[in-house]
């Protein structure tokens, strides 16, 4: 199955455009094993997500024992909802095959987060996985994004947007999304309308301060549809006590049903 075809089953399936991201963190999670941590956040979630976005960071940063955690929370996760492997993977060619190879393959993400900063051969490898999703770095959710992806060529086009344009002229499997960061409304309308067929990852919203509103307006598709909303620690560690699981869930319901109820007001 296609990546976009198991979002869009997922996303219907749960009636969600969540994603919630399995970041076990040292300082803020409860006393509790990590892998018994992200496995009682997908029990109490799974129903309410359209994907999973586990980031590299937190379980590289653990060496071995957290490459192992990878791998068994990946496996917890049920088969039908989408895992997001958020790596921000980008190197010359031979480099990024192999990294293309180790997230796809070795893990088994359905999709990977891509940084385009050394142009079209970096990301091919991993383009080539014709199944498996690539979302692009385009507008980034940090303040420092502007540092480079607001600088402007000679005919005033940002740089963010001529990754865009690149990312479409490249999409030829229909397998390349981007990643838009919620605290950019206005080049997220301006991306979105840019390229209305693609994914859009779009990260920022809770702790970093992006509007939640916004993202959903300016992210979702013609169908509504198509607008993954990246949360981790708001929903991570709602609660930091023994109820940690059931606080997780109270929170991605609530921000579901927002979104829901954001989306339904954007289609009457």
Same mark, same amino acid.
């Given at each position: 199955? %296609?990546?976009?075809?198991?979002?869009?089953?997922?996303?219907?399936?749960?009636?969600?455009? =969540?994603?919630?991201?399995?970041?076990?963190?040292?300082?803020?999670?409860?006393?509790?094993?990590?892998?018994?941590?992200?496995?009682?956040?997908?029990?109490?979630?799974?129903? =309410?997500?359209?994907?999973?976005?586990?980031?590299?960071?937190?379980?590289?940063?653990?060496?071995?024992?957290? =490459? %192992?955690?990878?791998?068994?929370?990946?496996?917890?996760?049920?088969?039908?909802?989408?895992?997001?492997?958020?790596?921000?993977?980008?190197?010359?060619?031979?480099?990024?095959?192999?990294?293309?190879?180790?997230?796809?393959?070795?893990?088994?993400?359905? +999709?990977?987060?891509?940084?385009?900063?050394?142009?079209?051969?970096?990301?091919?490898?991993?383009?080539?996985?014709?199944?498996?999703?690539?979302?692009?770095?385009?507008?980034?959710?940090?303040?420092?994004?502007?540092?480079?992806?607001?600088?402007?060529?000679?005919?005033?086009?940002?740089?963010?947007?001529?990754?865009?344009?690149? +990312?479409?002229?490249?999409?030829?499997?229909?397998?390349?999304?981007?990643?838009?960061?919620?605290?950019?409304?206005?080049?997220?309308?301006?991306?979105?309308?840019?390229?209305?067929?693609?994914?859009?990852?779009?990260?920022?919203?809770?702790?970093?301060?992006?509007?939640?509103?916004?993202?959903?307006?300016?992210?979702?598709?013609?169908?509504?549809?198509?607008?993954?909303? +990246?949360?981790?620690?708001?929903?991570?560690?709602?609660?930091?006590? %023994?109820?940690?699981?059931?606080?997780?869930?109270?929170?991605?319901?609530?921000?579901?049903?927002?979104?829901?109820?954001?989306?339904?007001?954007?289609?009457?």
């Amino acid at each position: 199955m %296609k990546f976009t075809d198991k979002l869009l089953a997922a996303s219907r399936r749960n009636n969600s455009l =969540l994603c919630v991201g399995l970041d076990p963190d040292p300082e803020l999670v409860p006393k509790i094993n990590f892998l018994e941590f992200n496995k009682a956040i997908i029990e109490a979630t799974a129903d =309410l997500v359209c994907a999973y976005k586990p980031n590299l960071a937190f379980y590289e940063a653990l060496g071995i024992d957290g =490459l %192992k955690l990878l791998q068994d929370t990946i496996e917890h996760i049920p088969g039908h909802i989408p895992i997001i492997g958020d790596g921000k993977r980008g190197d010359i060619g031979n480099t990024a095959k192999a990294y293309a190879k180790a997230l796809f393959v070795s893990f088994g993400f359905d +999709a990977a987060t891509v940084n385009p900063y050394l142009g079209f051969d970096s990301v091919e490898p991993f383009i080539g996985y014709k199944d498996k999703g690539v979302f692009i770095l385009c507008r980034t959710s940090n303040p420092g994004a502007v540092d480079f992806q607001s600088l402007v060529d000679a005919q005033d086009v940002p740089l963010y947007e001529t990754v865009a344009r690149k +990312a479409k002229e490249w999409d030829v499997h229909g397998n390349i999304g981007l990643v838009m960061g919620a605290t950019y409304p206005e080049e997220l309308k301006q991306i979105r309308s840019l390229c209305p067929e693609m994914p859009l990852l779009i990260p920022g919203i809770g702790a970093q301060g992006g509007s939640l509103a916004s993202a959903v307006k300016y992210g979702i598709d013609g169908r509504g549809e198509k607008a993954i909303i +990246a949360v981790s620690r708001q929903i991570l560690y709602a609660s930091r006590e %023994k109820d940690f699981a059931e606080a997780a869930r109270r929170s991605a319901q609530k921000l579901r049903d927002g979104i829901n109820d954001l989306v339904s007001r954007i289609g009457r």
